[in-house]
Nanobody, 115 residues
Framework: QVQLVESGGGLVQPGGSLRLSCAASGSIFSTITMGWYRQAPGKPREMVARITFGGTTNYADSVKGRFTISKDNAKNTVYLQMNNLKYEDTAVYYC?????????WGQGTQVTVSS
């Protein structure tokens, strides 16, 4: 079973930036679509960005123009560059396959946007 480990979260002021990483224990990114998801307190988990095996990207309207998803197949890692962060971006961020999230969820990485 492939394991996913997210990292890179933290506390940042509004307008700041963070870069999240999702490392997989196996070589899967070259064959599937991967997504970044987030879950804020009291809200359902939502997809914010995804990248196909061919590198095509797609973003939720709420993050379009601010977030960039990328990947390094050789390092088995997917990244999420988050710029111009807003209070409403506060959440735990996870990665998983898209659209079927049938890999075991990692522990996620907390992103807190606060002044």
């Amino acid at each position: 079973q492939v394991q996913l480990v997210e990292s890179g979260g933290g506390l940042v002021q509004p307008g700041g930036s963070l870069r999240l990483s999702c490392a997989a224990s196996g070589s899967i990114f070259s064959t599937i679509t991967m997504g970044w998801y987030r879950q804020a307190p009291g809200k359902p988990r939502e997809m914010v960005a995804r990248i196909t095996f061919g590198g095509t990207t797609n973003y939720a309207d709420s993050v379009k123009g601010r977030f960039t998803i990328s990947k390094d197949n050789a390092k088995n890692t997917v990244y999420l560059q988050m710029n111009n962060l807003k209070y409403e971006d506060t959440a735990v961020y996870y990665c998983n396959k898209y659209p079927r999230v049938d890999l075991a969820w990692g522990q996620g990485t907390q992103v807190t946007v606060s002044s």
